[in-house]
């Protein structure tokens, strides 16, 4: 198995490009989101020269951005497919400014569109009209960490591979991780409740945040910065805001329970003939590998093509119509490596998998992780597309990506599915050249009503944000939905919390 695995190793370590994720610089700009569809605009005041002045007060020049070139990156979504006409960028550095700001924009009747990383990709994060823009780019700071119990306390605005790289430094790391890692901020992350690679080990934000400060619509600095691990005094509020998308509050502040760094890990990236063999080789994992599992990914041959067709990176085994990514985190290597010697070489007498490397070092690590985290990077060079984010019974799971392919026909460029198979989750692709309103009509709601009948969610983490706020109502039960509405009247009467999107 090693000599195998260390062979195709040298493929893999000449032929891949670094890992680090970049966001592509903006070429040209999409179509206005309210113009593409067809949006009205709520009943918001628009900017005044008061209003700038007020913000400048608060913030001084430097915490404004109004120039229409340095606010484009801030209107246009990570997928360059919306764009907001926002005049004006906050960058607010305190939570106090923060409260003063909503204060302000609540009785002034200003609607508000919180940004943190810009990595969303269901269109939560950019204005869909003029909405002041609030950036929490500049609260960055780690207030405290508590080495013995693993609690970190930190501004919203850090980025999330910034707060992993500072724990490491200290033998710990963060409960999650997700490509955007080197954009994306843990505010961000929370709001949209992300999921990511170590989900599967370390369970979903709720989970793991053990308080919040948020300031609310009305300026109201809510103060639930609890960082014990148990603490059942009344309701848990903090919870309210993780996955609201910034429709309830703005996240300022975070304490989280970080995990012990592995003293073992290894990746092992693996190849299979059909998706039943995939399936087989996971729940041999799940039994031969058990407490040392971390994270299982799988993509398919046409996202394995599509990475090698716009980037350096290939397979590092040669193609295959299935990829298995398992990675394992222990505490003693030699245990761990003979548990994945043994599980790999089952794996292969019983014809679960065709081939397969191991990856020992970090360095390894990396360069087999980027090609899954490339994924993104390169489809959206491959055209317009349309993106869904499903979670899926195993019996479906696959199934529906052939189902949409064969729906699809010469319609589409390229339909193509890889995602967290671990927790049932995939990202279905379908590219065409450039949007088209007729092909969106012919996708959705289609694409719902399967997902739907097939017991399945329509957003397994991205959210709900801009993109799929019309479907909410099918999904959910009316009396759920009333009770949101009732919450969102709550926390934000005015409405003036990312509009457009959610509800
Ligand atoms: C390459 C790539 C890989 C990805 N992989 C994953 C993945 O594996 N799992 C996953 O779940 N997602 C993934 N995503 C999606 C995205 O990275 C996550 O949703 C991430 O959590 C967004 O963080 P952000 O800081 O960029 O938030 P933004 O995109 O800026 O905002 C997202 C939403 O949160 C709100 N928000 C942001 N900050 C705050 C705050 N402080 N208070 C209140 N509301 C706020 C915004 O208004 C918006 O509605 C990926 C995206 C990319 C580009």
């Known amino acids: 198995m090693r000599k195998r695995i260390f062979n195709n190793f040298k ?12 966001v592509n610089k903006l070429h040209s700009y999409p179509n206005f989101t309210k113009n593409v569809y067809q949006v009205n605009r709520g009943p918001y005041k628009s900017l005044e020269e008061h209003h700038l002045t007020f913000f400048r007060d608060v913030l001084g020049e430097n915490g404004m951005i109004v120039d229409l070139c340095d606010l484009e990156k801030y209107n246009v979504d990570f997928t360059k497919q919306l764009r907001g006409c926002s005049t004006l960028v906050l960058r607010p550095t ?11 924009c609540n009785h002034n009747h200003l609607a508000v569109c919180t940004q943190g990383g810009n990595t969303g990709i269901c269109g939560g994060a950019t204005p869909v009209f003029d909405e002041v823009i609030l ?6 700071k780690v207030i405290h960490l508590d080495e013995l119990s693993g609690v970190l306390t930190c501004e919203a605005g850090c980025v999330l591979q910034q707060l992993n790289d500072f724990l490491v430094e200290r033998d710990l790391m963060m409960p999650i991780d997700l490509g955007a890692k080197g954009s994306c ?31 609310k619509a009305d300026g109201e600095v809510l103060d639930c910065m609890n960082t014990l691990k148990k603490d059942n005094t009344g309701y848990h509020l903090q919870h ?51 407490e040392i599992i971390s994270a299982v990914e799988c993509m398919d041959h046409q ?24 990675e394992t985190s ?85 339909v193509f599915g890889f995602g967290h198979l671990g927790d049932g989750n995939i990202h279905l692709q379908i590219s065409i050249k450039e949007f088209s309103n007729e092909i969106l009509n012919y996708i959705e709601p289609h694409i719902y009503n399967r997902v739907d009948e097939l017991h399945g969610s329509i957003s397994a ?31 934000d009467p005015k409405g003036i919390l990312n509009p457009y999107k959610v509800l």
């Open 185 to 215: 901020q843990i505010g961000g992350n929370l709001s949209t409740n992300a999921g990511g690679i170590r989900l599967y080990r370390y369970g979903n934000l709720h989970g793991n945040v053990l308080g919040l400060e948020v300031v």
């Open 330 to 414: 222990g505490s003693e290597s030699v245990h761990d490596q003979k548990k994945l010697e043994g599980y790999f070489n089952g794996c292969m007498d019983k014809h679960f998998i065709l081939n397969g490397v191991v990856a020992t070092s970090a360095a390894q690590r990396e360069k087999l992780w980027s090609i899954r985290e490339g994924i993104a990077h390169s489809m959206y060079q491959d055209g317009y597309v349309f993106s869904y984010d499903i979670s899926l019974p195993f019996s479906s799971y696959y199934d529906f990506v052939t189902e949409m392919r064969e729906y699809m026909g010469k319609k589409a460029h390229r």
């Open 11 to 22: 493929t893999l370590l000449s032929s891949a490009s670094n890992n680090i994720f970049h």
């Open 461 to 491: 983490e991205h959210g709900i944000g801009f993109l799929k706020r019309k479907y909410l109502p099918k999904i959910k039960s009316s009396e759920n939905l009333s009770t949101m509405r009732k919450l969102k009247m709550l926390m």
């Open 135 to 140: 950036s929490t780019e500049l609260m960055n």
């Open 303 to 326: 996202t394995m093509e599509l990475v090698e067709e716009h980037s350096e990176l290939s397979s590092p085994i040669g193609p295959y119509p299935f990829y298995l990514i398992i």
């Open 94 to 104: 305190t939570t106090q400014q923060i409260s003063k700001i909503l204060s302000f």
């Open 240 to 290: 309210l805001f993780i996955g609201s998308e910034g429709t309830l509050g703005i996240i300022t502040k975070v304490a989280i329970q970080c995990a012990p760094k592995p003293k073992s890990v290894h990746l092992l990236f693996l190849g299979a003939q059909n998706f039943t063999k995939v399936l087989k080789a996971y729940k041999k994992a799940r039994y031969d590998l058990g």
